[in-house]
Nanobody, 122 residues
């Protein structure tokens, strides 16, 4: 059973930084693609950043470009989201999503983490 577990959320002040982590566990061959989504109260879930592991190509939502950085540690099977210059509009539950190849089934499936709350407030 493959699982994704996020961590690193919390309450911060405007201008602060946070680094979110998403650790994949289980019988994993590798992570092919990963993304971070967020959902604010009353709003739809939106993708904020993604990465294609083989090429390292990244994509960001316009509102976070230059402030957020997605990265991956292939040895630890962990995806990160470095968030700088946070503002109250970044307040949301952040979710990790990844396409992971299983060493048990030899197939690639899509997985979601449980989410971690990020609150930016003075």
């Amino acid at each position: 059973q493959v699982q994704l577990v996020e961590s690193g959320g919390g309450l911060v002040q405007p201008g602060d930084s946070l680094r979110l982590s998403c650790a994949a566990s289980g019988r994993i061959l590798g992570i092919n693609w990963a993304a971070w989504y967020r959902q604010a109260p009353g709003e739809q879930r939106e993708e904020v950043a993604s990465i294609i592991v083989s090429s390292g190509r990244t994509k960001y939502k316009d509102r976070v470009k230059g402030r957020f950085t997605i990265s991956i540690d292939n040895v630890k099977n962990t995806v990160y989201l470095q968030m700088n210059s946070l503002n109250p509009e970044d307040t949301a539950v952040y979710y990790c999503n990844a396409m992971i190849a299983s060493s048990r089934t030899l197939t690639t499936s899509n997985y979601w983490g449980q989410g971690t709350q990020v609150t930016v407030s003075s």
